[in-house]
C-alpha cells in the first residue's frame, strides 16, 4: 500500500483506538468500515487487520484501566474461558462464509447493541452477606459517594452468552465487545464504565485468539495491519484519559449513537449501495 495511504490509516486508527478504549469495542467497529469501504479490502482481510488493531487497543487501554481499579480481572478472566473458545470457532467458521453475509452479521450486531444500550437504563445491584463473593467497588469522582459497589449476577448465563461474543468478534472483527459491555451491564448488572474497562482488558486475548487463526491462513496484510496496531495503541492511551470524565449515562448515549450509525453504512455496504 502507498506510504500517504497508510499514514492516513495510521490516523484514523488514532481515532478508532480511542473509540474503542472508551466504549471497551476495541475500534473495530471503525476499522472494518474503514478497511472494507475505503480501503477496498475484503471483508476477511478487513476482520484480520482490525483483530491486530484491537490487540493494540487493548494493550494500551487495559494497563490504564487496572491501574485506576476500574477492570473487574476477576469477572473477565471468568468470562474470557467461553470467549476464547467462541473466538477460535468463528475464526474458522469465517473461512467459509461469503463477505455479504460477514457484513450483514456484523450489522445486525450492531442495531441490537444500540437498542439495548439507548432503552435501557443502568441497573447495578449490591447484596451484602454471606455469599458476596461477587460483589465489588470502584471509584468513579462523578459520582456521589465516589466509591460505588456492585454485585455481579447472572454468571452461568454470561459464560454461555459470551461464547456467541467470541464467534461474533471473529467472524466479523468487532473485537466482542459490542455484546460484552450490554451483556455485562444489563444482563450481569455490571455498572457500565466498569464493563467497558473490562471488556477492554478481555477484547485483546479474545482478538488474538482469533488473529492467529487468520494468521495462519494468510490473510493478515503486514503494511496494513502495523498502520492499524500503531494507531490504535495511541488513540488507546489517549481514550483512557478521556474516560475518566464522561459520566456513565453519556457514555451509553454515546455508544448506542455509534452502534446505529455503523450499522447503517454496514447494511449499506452489504448491499452494494456503498
Known amino acids: 500500500m502507498e506510504p500517504f495511504l497508510l499514514l492516513t490509516l495510521l490516523l484514523i486508527a488514532v481515532g478508532a483506538g480511542v473509540i474503542g478504549a472508551l466504549f471497551g469495542l476495541g475500534g473495530g467497529i471503525i476499522f472494518i468500515p474503514v478497511l472494507t469501504i475505503l480501503y477496498g479490502l475484503d471483508a476477511t482481510s478487513a476482520t484480520a487487520a482490525s483483530l491486530v488493531g484491537i490487540v493494540a487497543t487493548s494493550t494500551g487501554s487495559a494497563s490504564g484501566y487496572v491501574r485506576k481499579g476500574l477492570s473487574n480481572i476477576r469477572l473477565g478472566m471468568m468470562l474470557e474461558i467461553t470467549t476464547c473458545i467462541g473466538a477460535i470457532i468463528g475464526a474458522a467458521a469465517a473461512m467459509y462464509l461469503d463477505n455479504t453475509v460477514l457484513l450483514v452479521i456484523f450489522s ?51 459464560m454461555a452468552l459470551c461464547t456467541v461474543a467470541g464467534v461474533v468478534s471473529s467472524m466479523t472483527g468487532v473485537g466482542g465487545g459490542a455484546i460484552k459491555v450490554p451483556l455485562m451491564n444489563l444482563h450481569m448488572h455490571v455498572p457500565v464504565k466498569v464493563a467497558s474497562a473490562t471488556s477492554s482488558y478481555m477484547i485483546g486475548i479474545t482478538a488474538f ?23 490504535a495503541y495511541v488513540g488507546a492511551l489517549i481514550g483512557t484519559r478521556i474516560s475518566s470524565r464522561i459520566d456513565s449515562g453519556s457514555l451509553k448515549k454515546y455508544m448506542s449513537v455509534v452502534f446505529f450509525a455503523i450499522a447503517v453504512i454496514m447494511f449499506c455496504k452489504a448491499g452494494g449501495i456503498l
Open 209 to 231: 485468539s482469533g488473529a492467529v487463526i487468520y494468521l495462519i491462513h494468510g490473510s493478515v496484510i503486514p503494511d496494513v495491519a502495523a498502520a492499524v496496531a500503531v494507531g
Open 108 to 158: 445486525c450486531v450492531m442495531l441490537y447493541s444500540g437498542f439495548k444500550m439507548a432503552v435501557s437504563p443502568e441497573r447495578t445491584i449490591t447484596e451484602r452477606g454471606e455469599n458476596t463473593s461477587m460483589t465489588f467497588a470502584y471509584d468513579d469522582p462523578l459520582k456521589d459517594p465516589p466509591k460505588q459497589e456492585y454485585t455481579v449476577k447472572n454468571i452461568g448465563s454470561g
